[in-house]
């Protein structure tokens, strides 16, 4: 796995923004978080994500990498089968 693969999450974030954003029709926090939560289906470079009926968590694989030797090694990939509700 190299470096840019990690890239894809941050893009992934930015478009969750920009959905919020243009879902809100407002740039104020209150509005875009609330938006945020009725998300479904933002298309991502990590697939679709859908914040909908989730508590604030999306339904998302995880994947842990490690830094050994100055590289990054693929250690898992789960979706976790508990995530606590966001507050």
Do not use: W
Not at 11 to 37: G, H, N, P, Y
Not at 64 to 73: C, D, K, L, P, T
Not at 75 to 87: A, D, L, N, R
């Amino acid at each position: 796995i190299e470096g840019p693969a990690l890239a894809a999450v941050g893009a992934d974030a930015v478009r969750i923004i920009v959905a919020a954003v243009e879902a809100a029709q407002s740039f104020k926090a209150q509005d875009i978080t609330a938006a945020l939560a009725g998300l479904e289906n933002v298309a991502g470079i990590t697939g679709n994500i859908s914040y909908k009926g989730v508590g604030g968590v999306p339904n998302k694989a995880v994947t842990i990498i490690a830094v050994e030797g100055g590289q990054f090694v693929f250690k898992k990939e789960f979706i976790p089968s508990y995530i606590p509700k966001f507050q």
